[in-house]
């Protein structure tokens, strides 16, 4: 099965910034959308950001103005960049891949989380 890879997450102080990246570990087609979600300790997983191949992005009013969404779809590879840091951002990210047409949901793909602590 394909897997998506994530890297980037890590430790970082309040204000500071990081930038994450997703990529898949194999061959992928069709992609039409890519997103970012994340699980905060204690709490269900929500979305950070979205990103269609073709439209506009969105973002959680709680990351809106620090958090930026990228894709390069030549190389399928998703990206958020994150600045301003906040201690209320720490948390397990997650990407996600969905590929297909708009009446067939080809796959839906999740990575395995990647860490981001932010510390005050």
């Known amino acids: 099965q394909v897997r998506l890879v994530e890297s980037g997450g890590g430790l970082v102080q309040a204000g500071g910034s990081l930038r994450l990246s997703c990529a898949p570990s194999?061959?992928?087609?069709?992609?039409?959308?890519m997103g970012w979600y994340r699980q905060l300790p204690g709490k269900q997983r929500e979305l950070v950001a979205t990103i269609p191949r073709a439209g506009s992005t969105n973002y959680a009013d709680s990351v809106k103005g620090r958090f930026t969404i990228s894709r390069d779809n030549a190389k399928n590879t998703l990206y958020l960049q994150m600045n301003s840091l906040e201690p209320e951002d720490t948390a397990v990210y997650y990407c996600?891949?969905?590929?297909?047409?708009?009446?067939?949901?080809?796959?839906?793909?999740w990575g395995q989380g990647t860490q981001v602590t932010v510390s005050s």
């Open positions: 194999g061959t992928i087609d069709s992609i039409n959308f």
């Open positions: 996600n891949v969905r590929g297909g047409t708009r009446s067939y949901l080809k796959y839906d793909y």
